[in-house]
């Protein structure tokens, strides 16, 4: 599984990670080209890949 968010995040990455988490948002990460946007979860105290999104 993907790790989103491992050591020096941002407060603000953290807050837009968390809202992808609740089902808000979905994120579209810039530094993976064409592989589209991803559905983000809870992984007790971090952030993972739930899948990609438009990848099925």
Do not use: N, Q, S, Y
Request: hydrophobic share 45%; proline share 4%; aromatic share 6%.
């Amino acid at each position: 599984m993907d790790r989103l968010a491992e050591g020096g995040v941002r407060p603000e990455d953290v807050t837009l990670l968390e809202r992808a988490a609740d089902g808000v948002e979905i994120v579209i990460p810039a530094h993976f080209a064409g592989v589209g946007a991803a559905e983000v979860r809870r992984e007790g105290g971090r952030f993972a890949i739930e899948r990609w999104a438009g990848a099925d």
